[in-house]
């Protein structure tokens, strides 16, 4: 499979993704692909011609390695890696969506932009972008468990027991280099739920900033709002609310009377 390839694709989506997903990305590529390619493959490139069975049963040692090793490790996780990159695809094919709606719309309208900027994380394109995030969460979390549950562990059996027709009876069989197919294995999980945690903390920075930005607009509709109804009413503070200024205690202790008094008439309104 031409790993090259997905890289270059992938490498686009940095410019649209915050601090996190640029680490989730140097993850992936660092601690999965290159694992993958360069030592993974090879650790499992003679996992049938070295799966040994103290039989000469014929179609016995088949048998027993298909009961053992329902789907490779090796294909598992490049299904994985294809599963857990796609959904950063989605942000980008939104963006060139948006690209090509702002330049319709600038040959039409004499230059004027429909987005000021299409990659930035606003309305659509911030759901795509966090779905994407759950969607990657969600299959690194599906094919950890899938990978437990086909194997009943992440551990690597030295010896394992068959006895499966046409075995003639309970076989030993062995699994070459399992120790170092073991550490692989482990390397894999670990890195995977790192990338899973690395996605949840995005999706929490994401819905904080969101949350803040909302909280800041909220904030300057309540200080128009309450400008405009002074203004429209045209109504002053009453007289009662100014305080006289004391010259026996601190300025600063005037100042907050003062504020405290046009608090008050300022809920009186």
């Not at 073991?182 to 949350?211: D, H, N, P, Q």
Request: hydrophobic fraction near 45%; charge should be positive.
């Amino acid at each position: 499979m031409n790993w090259s390839a997905l890289e270059s694709l992938l490498s686009g989506v940095n410019k649209y993704s915050t601090m996190f997903g640029r680490v989730w990305l140097s993850m992936v590529f660092v601690f999965r692909v290159m694992v993958f390619v360069v030592a993974a493959q090879p650790v499992w490139g003679d996992e049938t011609k070295d799966f040994v069975c103290n039989t000469r049963q014929p179609g016995c040692t088949n048998v027993c390695y298909d009961s053992i090793f329902p789907i490779s490790h090796i294909r598992l996780w490049a299904l994985q890696l294809i599963f857990v990159t796609c959904p950063s695809l989605m942000v980008v094919a939104h963006v060139k969506y948006r690209e090509g709606k702002d330049s319709k719309y600038t040959a039409q309208h004499q230059g004027s932009h429909m987005y000021a900027n299409p990659g930035k994380k606003r309305g659509g394109l911030w759901w795509t972008y966090l779905v994407s995030l759950i969607f990657k969460a969600g299959f690194d979390v599906a094919f950890l468990y899938i990978l437990y549950y086909i194997y009943h562990g992440y551990d690597m059996p030295r010896l394992s027991k068959c006895a499966l027709e046409p075995c003639p009876n309970t076989v030993d069989c062995y699994i070459s280099r399992p120790m170092e197919k073991k550490i692989f294995t482990i390397l894999m999980v670990v890195s995977s739920a790192l990338c899973v945690f690395m996605c949840i903390l995005e999706m929490f920075y994401l819905v904080g900033m969101r949350l803040q930005k909302v909280l800041k607009v909220w904030q300057a509709n309540k200080r128009l709002l309450f400008a405009e109804r002074h203004k429209v009413t045209n109504i002053a503070l009453p007289r009662s609310s100014y305080i006289r200024v004391d010259p026996t205690i601190g300025s600063q202790q005037n100042i907050n009377r003062q504020k405290k008094a046009e608090e008050a008439a300022a809920t009186g309104l």
